[in-house]
Each structure stands twice: as structure tokens, then as C-alpha cells.
């Protein structure tokens, strides 16, 4: 398969759960306010902040009030990040590989663009805009679905597959980063009703609550709501199940059977699975988490740096 | 919205011979119209439109700056041909390839047209795509151009004329494709009904005509689409019919020559490409041999396409023939290749490097036609008749500074079709450009695409100029 394809293929994917992801992190903040005393400052800062935009933002918003942070992550072109943007990227990206990829998927990421430019036309009110972050994941779903379902699991399935995992690895650990930064009135509010209530709107926003009701241990403490996040192995967006996804697509793409590696992604990306496979929540503790999330963000930076240099970089041949 | 107001008026009407009589080809469309509920109709052509929005089916227009993306306008009512003028068209087009073929040929060998007298000399070298790099070149079994799309019109009296050749990479055919798929799903009963020859063939006969350049000892050889990029008007195309056909679409970043073959960088290395459908312009094909600023082409391909190692289609140099001037001589070519008479007329056109024609040309520009001799898509055109006494003055001026670059043409009354506006229906003017493949065989995609002009009395078709397109339905004798 052509490079150029892979690379569309890989970013198609990356960019349209980028823009999912983007939604669930508004909603988490938007979750939390609900849940918030009325007399607490609301706090959007952090959601900038954690997706390491905030200079930019800070340059064409100053004060980050709930209005300006809603419209840099949902509407503003000029951030490369927001879903509008994630849309453009994805769509453009589609269109170069429209005879790769199924019809279906094209008409699909057409479609999903529509709606996000139009609702951008149109400046939704508060209210609806929690509608509109509905759409957003629903419309990331149904791709991901009508890509499985219609497109042949060959390499550049594969690629798809991988960009995509990736990506849902890399906010799912943002979207934990966020209680980081999110503070509690005052410290003796650690292990409060509403300290439990932000916890819980923080699974709901990676669509978890349920799940991690359902994996065992019933109650809700910070500690088992990092465990599931990055250490689930059967939860479809923990950190660690997705790494374990995209190292599968990875040697069906390269032939290389498991626990051995030829290419540089593929020992960085089978090491880091390891790593998780063998960690427990005790030890992400005692790094600390914020610390260790960062860590576990640079390399998968590194993984996708390394796809590059392995499959896609289109050097002069000498 | 029914037929039985519609006045075809004093026009070649392409479904009405007058008022409330249609063509005899045309009776069971218009009859299926006609019993439509009030509002069926306008409901359809909504319909439609939102299909070809939601297949994303759009061009960018050059100039915009934004590339933005429009829709190609598309009207359910298809323009309709009778058997046995679709005969003649296919006849006169075949013989016309044929001599085109033969004039590429001769002029990159021996010449013998321009030394038997025929065509001058530097008018040849003048030509804007006559590419000197190209003499000697012998392209896979002597045929130069294997997509060729002929632009049709016809007059008021019902006469064709050819305005066009395109030897280069005419586009369009694609909505040929799409617009028939569009059209199965809005007038199925009327499909069931009339024979109309099926289009869908092209696909199957461009990869058989791309195939046919591959070096013969290949058992399977590599085909590519070669595009300029999302960014160009056809990308849409581009991408369309390497989907249709199973072959890679390809940029040129994507190709580099290695080894003395082209090859094309893919995730496990290199791999050898044996024949290239090009969408991009021969200029900017090879920036070492032509355009040295071009980002489009591969450096060194002129050397692996002279050494036999690729095929490309169509051959490079295609386009002297698509200068207006050559084309002016075309009669003569089949006259002088073939020694037949054309089946096909040209419009008739006058040559303003001759003194004599130019005089005439310049005393007559309000009824005229000018249009220069290397332009297409409608730009660097002067529509006599509907100009202004100073846009005619500043073509006066350009035509005695460069008589080469320009030629002129009585204006035709072009023929027309009826067309959905708002709610009523209206005559638009239309023309035609048939898809031709020269592989093995000739080969004349059935009907072609019907461009319609449809800003109102307006005769320029081009898409990039607001026209819009029908379906073209070749009516086989029942």
C-alpha cells in the first residue's frame, strides 16, 4: 500500500476520535458543574490546559470563561485541535484516499463534517451544545462501525485501526489528567460526596461508569477509577486495552509474530504493552499519577513518531 | 410541472420537434413526466441534487482562493439520441481519432503534412503543446491518444459540429457514471421501459486500453492514476476511477525512478509501475524534461517513458492538437491520412494569422466568436454578440498583436434541452462530449456528458462558469 495512503488512513482515524474525544472532555467538565455546591468557581482552565493548548488559547481569549472554552474546543478554526478543525483534517484525509477507503465511510465522515460546519454556522446556545457533543460521539461510533463493517480488514484497515487506538489511549489518559487539575474547594473535601461525584462524571464521560460498576468492585474510589482507566484489560477505551489492539493491528501489518520485534514501533509499542500488562495501580500511585500519565503520553508520542519514520516518511530515495 | 406549455421556440430542441410534439425517441419520458402527481417532479430533482451533496460529489473551482467546493448542478430531464444519430456520431468520431492519431504521429516523426504543404511549419512549432522532447518517441503500438473527449454541438438547423477535441486529460466522465446511477434511482419505471444503452462499461474499457500499454512480457502489470492532488477541480474524478477500475491513485511525491523504473513508495518499499493514466498536464509531468519549478511531476520519467519502462496515457505532446489553430485543419488531416471525406463537420473557422481572414475577423467581431488558440474552459473567450463595443475593441488589439493565438467563429445558435427552473420548465443550450478510447480498438462510450448552459440564454456550458450537467441517453431502435 502506497505510504501516503497509510499515513491518510492512519490520520482519517486519528483526527475523528480526536474530535470524539474532544466532546467527552467538555461534557466531563460540563458533568462536573452540574454536580458542583453553586457557590464553587467554575473552573475551564484546566480542560485547555490539559490538552496542552492553552497559550494559544490565552492569545485570542484571555479569561476562560465557559463560552470562550466551549467555542476554541468545539467551533475555532484557528485551533488545530478543535472538532471543527478534527473534521476539516479528517475529511481531507478521507477525500485523498476515497477510492481506498468504502464508499460508505466516505459518505459517512461527509456527513458527520456537514453537521459540525453547519452547527458551527448557526452558534448553538448552551443548552444545546450538550446535544450537539451527543452527535459528535454518536456520528465517531458509527464510523468506527461502518469502517468494521464494510471495509476489508487488510493493511490499511490495519493502519486505521492503529491511529485510531492510539489516539483513544492518549485522551483516555487526558481525560484522567483533567481531576488533576480540577480543585476541590478545600483539601478536606478529598473523599467527599462531591469529590465522588467528580469521579463519577469522569467515567461517565469515557462512557465507563457502567462498566466499572459492573467489573467487580462496586465502590468508587480514585484509585480503582485509575486502575480501570489505564490497567482495564477488557474495557474498549483503558489505556491498556487499546495499546494491546493497536500492537495486534501492528503485526498484521509487519508479520512479526508476538513478543518478538524488527522495527523500532514495534519494540517501543510492545514495550510500553508490557510495561501495563505487568503494573499494578500501587505502583502508578507511588510515582504519582499525574507524573506517570505524563510519562505514558511522551511515549506514546514516541509510537506514533516511529510509525512515521517506519512506514510513511516519503525521504528521497538515494 | 408538466410539458404541455413548454415552447421549444425557435430552436433545435433535442426532445421537441414543437410545441406539445415530442421526438418519437422521446415520447415515453415525456409521457412518464406528464403523469407525474403536481410537485413529483421539483420532489426528484430535490432528491437528486441532495445525492450528489451527500456522495460529496464536487469540483473546486480555480481562482477561488478558498478552493471551495461546489456541486456540479444536475437536471433529471436527460437529453435524449436517437439511434441512428448516435451511428453517426460514433462513425465520425472513430474516423476522427484515427486521423488525429496519425497527425500525432507523423509530426513527431517524419512530418510529412507540414512537407506535402499542408500545414505550415512554424504554426506546428508555435502550438503551446508541442513538446520538441517528444520527436522520435514512440509510444506502444504508434497510438498517442488513448482518452480522447470530443465536445459536440449542434445548430440551429439540427447540424453537428465539432468544437473540441481534448487530447490532453479531458475530464467529466465520471458524472457520465454518477449521473446515470442518479438517474436509474429517480426514473426507474422509465429505465424499464425504453432501451437505453448502458454506460457503465467505461471502467472495464479504460483498464483494458491502460493495460494494452504495458510492456507485453508483464503478467501483471501495476496501473496507476497519477493526480495533481485533492486540491485540483477533477480530484473527485481522479479518485473515482481508479476506485472503478482497482488501480492505486497516485501523487507525484508518491513516484520516484529508481533503477531506470518508475516506482511508487509503499509501506513495505518500493514497487515497479508499469503503466500511468495521467491527470496532470504533460508540462508539469517531469520537471528535468519540461517545467522545472513543477511539484507535480517525477524527476526522470521522460527517460524511463523513451526507454519503453512505463506506458502513460495519454502520450505526452497530445496537445498540438488541441491548439484552435491546428484544429482548424483536422478536415484535412482525415482527408490527407485516411483519404476519406469527413463524417464530421468542424464549425467553420477563420485563422487570424492569415491577413485576409484576420480582416475579415476584424470587421465582423460583433457577430463572431473569438476565442484563443490555447485556452480552454471557457476563459480568454469574446462572445461577439453579446459584448460591449470596448470588450470587442480590446480583442481587436489582442488579435493584431498576436494573430497566431486566435481564432474565430460564426456564433451558434446551440441546441437545446429542456430544463427544471424554479417551477416551470425552460429550453437551456447544451452541448456534448462523447468519451473516446483508442486501445486495441476504438471504443465510443454510448451518449457521453451533456453539458447545459444554465444561466438563462447563456452559451457557455463549462462547469467552472456555472453550467450543469444531464444525462445523456443513447435510445437504441425497439
Same mark, same amino acid.
Given at each position: 500500500?502506497?505510504?501516503?495512503?497509510?499515513?491518510?488512513?492512519?490520520?482519517?482515524?486519528?483526527?475523528?476520535?480526536?474530535?470524539?474525544?474532544?466532546?467527552?472532555?467538555?461534557?466531563?467538565?460540563?458533568?462536573?458543574?452540574?454536580?458542583?455546591?453553586?457557590?464553587?468557581?467554575?473552573?475551564?482552565?484546566?480542560?485547555?490546559?490539559?490538552?496542552?493548548?492553552?497559550?494559544? @488559547?490565552?492569545?485570542?481569549?484571555?479569561?476562560?470563561?465557559?463560552?470562550?472554552?466551549?467555542?476554541?474546543?468545539?467551533?475555532?478554526?484557528?485551533?488545530?485541535?478543535?472538532?471543527?478543525?478534527?473534521?476539516?483534517?479528517?475529511?481531507?484525509?478521507?477525500?485523498?484516499?476515497?477510492?481506498?477507503?468504502?464508499?460508505?465511510?466516505?459518505?459517512?465522515?461527509?456527513?458527520?463534517?456537514?453537521?459540525?460546519?453547519?452547527?458551527?454556522?448557526?452558534?448553538?446556545?448552551?443548552?444545546?451544545?450538550?446535544?450537539?457533543?451527543?452527535?459528535?460521539?454518536?456520528?465517531?461510533?458509527? @464510523?468506527?462501525?461502518?469502517?468494521?463493517?464494510?471495509?476489508?480488514?487488510?493493511?490499511?484497515?490495519?493502519?486505521?485501526?492503529?491511529?485510531?487506538?492510539?489516539?483513544?489511549?492518549?485522551?483516555?489518559?487526558?481525560?484522567?489528567?483533567?481531576?488533576?487539575?480540577?480543585?476541590?474547594?478545600?483539601?478536606?473535601?478529598?473523599?467527599?460526596?462531591?469529590?465522588?461525584?467528580?469521579?463519577?462524571?469522569?467515567?461517565?464521560?469515557?462512557?465507563?461508569?457502567?462498566?466499572?460498576?459492573?467489573?467487580?468492585?462496586?465502590?468508587?474510589?480514585?484509585?480503582?477509577?485509575?486502575?480501570?482507566?489505564?490497567?482495564?484489560?477488557?474495557?474498549?477505551?483503558?489505556?491498556?486495552?487499546?495499546?494491546?489492539?493497536?500492537?495486534?493491528?501492528?503485526?498484521?501489518?509487519?508479520?512479526?509474530?508476538?513478543?518478538?520485534?524488527?522495527?523500532?514501533?514495534?519494540?517501543?509499542?510492545?514495550?510500553?504493552?508490557?510495561?501495563?500488562?505487568?503494573?499494578?495501580?500501587?505502583?502508578?500511585?507511588?510515582?504519582?499519577?499525574?507524573?506517570?500519565?505524563?510519562?505514558?503520553?511522551?511515549?506514546?508520542?514516541?509510537?506514533?513518531?516511529?510509525?512515521?519514520?517506519?512506514? @510513511?516518511?516519503?525521504?528521497?530515495?538515494? | 410541472?408538466?410539458?404541455?406549455?413548454?415552447d421549444p421556440g425557435d430552436f433545435y430542441d433535442e426532445l421537441f420537434v414543437?410545441?406539445?410534439? /415530442?421526438r418519437?425517441?422521446?415520447?415515453?419520458?415525456?409521457?412518464?413526466?406528464?403523469?407525474?402527481?403536481?410537485?413529483?417532479?421539483?420532489?426528484?430533482?430535490?432528491?437528486?441534487?441532495?445525492?450528489?451533496?451527500?456522495?460529496?460529489?464536487?469540483?473546486?473551482?480555480?481562482?477561488?482562493?478558498?478552493?471551495?467546493?461546489?456541486?456540479?448542478?444536475?437536471?433529471?430531464?436527460?437529453r435524449i439520441l436517437a439511434?441512428?444519430e448516435w451511428?453517426y456520431l460514433?462513425?465520425g468520431l472513430?474516423?476522427r481519432?484515427?486521423?488525429?492519431?496519425?497527425?500525432?504521429?507523423?509530426?513527431?516523426?517524419?512530418?510529412?503534412?507540414?512537407?506535402?504543404?499542408?500545414?505550415?511549419?512554424?504554426?506546428?512549432?508555435?502550438?503551446?503543446?508541442?513538446?520538441?522532447?517528444?520527436?522520435?518517441?514512440?509510444?506502444?503500438?504508434?497510438?498517442?491518444?488513448?482518452?480522447?473527449g470530443t465536445d459536440l454541438v449542434r445548430d440551429r438547423d439540427g447540424r453537428w459540429y465539432v468544437l473540441e477535441d481534448n487530447?490532453?486529460?479531458p475530464?467529466g466522465?465520471?458524472?457520465?457514471?454518477?449521473?446515470?446511477?442518479?438517474?436509474?434511482?429517480?426514473?426507474?419505471?422509465?429505465?424499464?421501459?425504453?432501451?437505453?444503452?448502458?454506460?457503465?462499461?467505461?471502467?472495464?474499457?479504460?483498464?483494458?486500453?491502460?493495460?494494452?500499454?504495458?510492456?507485453?512480457?508483464?503478467?501483471? /502489470?501495476?496501473?496507476?492514476?497519477?493526480?495533481?492532488?485533492?486540491?485540483?477541480?477533477?480530484?473527485?474524478?481522479?479518485?473515482?476511477?481508479?476506485?472503478?477500475?482497482?488501480?492505486?491513485?497516485?501523487?507525484?511525491?508518491?513516484?520516484?525512478?529508481?533503477?531506470?523504473?518508475?516506482?511508487?513508495?509503499?509501506?513495505?518499499?518500493?514497487?515497479?509501475?508499469?503503466?500511468?493514466?495521467?491527470?496532470?498536464?504533460?508540462?508539469?509531468?517531469?520537471?528535468?524534461?519540461?517545467?522545472?519549478?513543477?511539484?507535480?511531476?517525477?524527476?526522470?520519467?521522460?527517460?524511463?517513458?523513451?526507454?519503453?519502462?512505463?506506458?502513460?496515457?495519454?502520450?505526452?505532446?497530445?496537445?498540438?492538437?488541441d491548439d484552435k489553430v491546428i484544429y482548424a485543419y483536422v478536415p484535412?488531416?482525415i482527408?490527407?491520412?485516411?483519404?476519406?471525406?469527413p463524417i464530421l463537420e468542424n464549425v467553420p473557422t477563420y485563422l487570424c494569422?492569415?491577413?485576409?481572414q484576420q480582416?475579415h475577423v476584424l470587421s465582423n467581431l460583433d457577430k463572431l466568436v473569438v476565442k484563443s488558440a490555447?485556452e480552454s474552459g471557457g476563459y480568454g473567450m469574446l462572445i461577439g454578440p453579446h459584448a460591449?463595443?470596448?470588450e470587442r475593441?480590446?480583442f481587436?488589439?489582442?488579435i493584431?498583436?498576436?494573430?497566431?493565438?486566435y481564432i474565430a467563429q460564426p456564433t451558434l445558435c446551440l441546441s437545446r434541452v429542456p430544463v427544471?427552473?424554479?417551477?416551470?420548465?425552460e429550453g437551456c443550450h447544451v452541448d456534448l462530449r462523447p468519451?473516446?478510447?483508442?486501445?486495441?480498438?476504438?471504443?465510443?462510450?454510448?451518449?457521453g456528458l451533456t453539458r447545459v448552459a444554465l444561466k438563462k440564454g447563456s452559451l457557455v456550458v463549462n462547469s467552472s462558469q456555472g453550467g450543469g450537467s444531464k444525462?445523456t441517453?443513447?435510445?437504441?431502435?425497439?
Open positions: 500500500m502506497l505510504s501516503r495512503v497509510a499515513d491518510s488512513i492512519y490520520w482519517l482515524n486519528r483526527y475523528i476520535e480526536r474530535a470524539e474525544n474532544v466532546a467527552r472532555f467538555v461534557d466531563v467538565n460540563l458533568n462536573l458543574l452540574l454536580d458542583s455546591p453553586s457557590d464553587v468557581t467554575q473552573q475551564w482552565e484546566p480542560l485547555v490546559l490539559t490538552t496542552g493548548d492553552l497559550p494559544l @488559547f490565552r492569545k485570542s481569549y484571555g479569561e476562560a470563561s465557559a463560552e470562550a472554552v466551549i467555542h476554541f474546543l468545539a467551533f475555532d478554526s484557528n485551533n488545530p485541535n478543535s472538532i471543527l478543525s478534527c473534521l476539516q483534517f479528517a475529511r481531507e484525509n478521507a477525500r485523498s484516499v476515497r477510492e481506498i477507503i468504502s464508499s460508505e465511510m466516505w459518505e459517512q465522515v461527509n456527513a458527520f463534517y456537514l453537521m459540525v460546519k453547519d452547527t458551527a454556522q448557526i452558534c448553538p446556545s448552551h443548552h444545546q451544545m450538550s446535544e450537539f457533543f451527543s452527535q459528535v460521539k454518536l456520528s465517531s461510533h458509527l @464510523f468506527a462501525g461502518v469502517m468494521d463493517a464494510t471495509m476489508t480488514h487488510n493493511e490499511g484497515w490495519n493502519f486505521g485501526q492503529i491511529g485510531r487506538l492510539l489516539e483513544r489511549a492518549d485522551k483516555t489518559a487526558r481525560i484522567l489528567d483533567v481531576k488533576y487539575f480540577i480543585l476541590l474547594p478545600s483539601i478536606g473535601d478529598v473523599g467527599t460526596t462531591l469529590d465522588q461525584l467528580q469521579w463519577m462524571a469522569l467515567l461517565k464521560s469515557a462512557s465507563a461508569y457502567e462498566m466499572y460498576r459492573k467489573c467487580g468492585q462496586h465502590r468508587i474510589t480514585p484509585t480503582g477509577v485509575a486502575e480501570f482507566l489505564i490497567l482495564s484489560r477488557e474495557f474498549p477505551r483503558s489505556t491498556r486495552f487499546c495499546l494491546l489492539q493497536a500492537e495486534r493491528s501492528l503485526q498484521q501489518i509487519t508479520g512479526t509474530p508476538i513478543g518478538t520485534w524488527r522495527s523500532p514501533v514495534e519494540r517501543t509499542l510492545g514495550r510500553l504493552r508490557s510495561d501495563l500488562d505487568y503494573l499494578t495501580i500501587d505502583d502508578i500511585v507511588q510515582t504519582g499519577l499525574h507524573e506517570f500519565l505524563d510519562a505514558l503520553q511522551s511515549q506514546m508520542n514516541e509510537i506514533d513518531s516511529k510509525i512515521y519514520d517506519t512506514f @510513511f516518511a516519503l525521504e528521497a530515495v538515494s | 410541472m408538466r410539458f404541455f406549455d413548454y414543437d410545441k406539445g410534439q /415530442p418519437p425517441e422521446s415520447v415515453p419520458l415525456i409521457e412518464r413526466i406528464n403523469s407525474l402527481p403536481e410537485g413529483e417532479l421539483l420532489r426528484r430533482q430535490e432528491a437528486a441534487q441532495i445525492a450528489f451533496f451527500k456522495m460529496g460529489i464536487t469540483f473546486n473551482v480555480y481562482g477561488d482562493g478558498q478552493g471551495t467546493e461546489r456541486i456540479f448542478p444536475f437536471d433529471i430531464i436527460p439511434a441512428h451511428d460514433e462513425r472513430k474516423q481519432i484515427q486521423a488525429l492519431n496519425l497527425f500525432l504521429s507523423d509530426i513527431y516523426h517524419d512530418q510529412k503534412i507540414v512537407k506535402d504543404g499542408l500545414i505550415p511549419l512554424d504554426l506546428i512549432y508555435s502550438a503551446s503543446g508541442f513538446l520538441e522532447p517528444c520527436i522520435g518517441l514512440n509510444p506502444p503500438e504508434g497510438i498517442w491518444c488513448h482518452i480522447t487530447l490532453r486529460c475530464s466522465v465520471s458524472y457520465v457514471l454518477e449521473n446515470r446511477r442518479v438517474m436509474k434511482s429517480t426514473f426507474p419505471l422509465v429505465f424499464n421501459t425504453m432501451p437505453i444503452q448502458p454506460v457503465e462499461e467505461y471502467p472495464s474499457h479504460l483498464l483494458e486500453t491502460l493495460l494494452n500499454l504495458a510492456p507485453a512480457h508483464l503478467l501483471d /502489470p501495476t496501473v496507476v492514476v497519477l493526480t495533481p492532488g485533492i486540491y485540483n477541480s477533477a480530484y473527485f474524478e481522479h479518485s473515482f476511477l481508479a476506485q472503478q477500475m482497482g488501480v492505486e491513485l497516485v501523487e507525484g511525491r508518491d513516484l520516484v525512478v529508481v533503477d531506470g523504473y518508475l516506482q511508487m513508495r509503499t509501506t513495505k518499499g518500493l514497487k515497479r509501475v508499469d503503466v500511468i493514466y495521467r491527470r496532470v498536464d504533460d508540462i508539469f509531468i517531469d520537471p528535468l524534461t519540461f517545467r522545472p519549478d513543477s511539484l507535480l511531476g517525477i524527476p526522470g520519467l521522460m527517460d524511463v517513458y523513451r526507454a519503453g519502462r512505463v506506458g502513460i496515457a495519454n502520450a505526452l505532446g497530445t496537445g498540438v492538437a484535412q488531416m482527408r490527407y491520412y485516411l483519404g476519406e471525406d494569422w492569415e491577413p485576409e480582416s490555447n460591449t463595443p470596448l475593441e480590446v481587436a488589439e489582442k493584431q498583436a498576436a494573430p497566431r493565438n427544471i427552473a424554479q417551477d416551470l420548465i468519451y473516446i478510447l483508442y486501445g486495441k480498438d476504438i471504443f465510443v462510450n454510448p451518449g444525462d441517453w443513447v435510445v437504441c431502435k425497439s
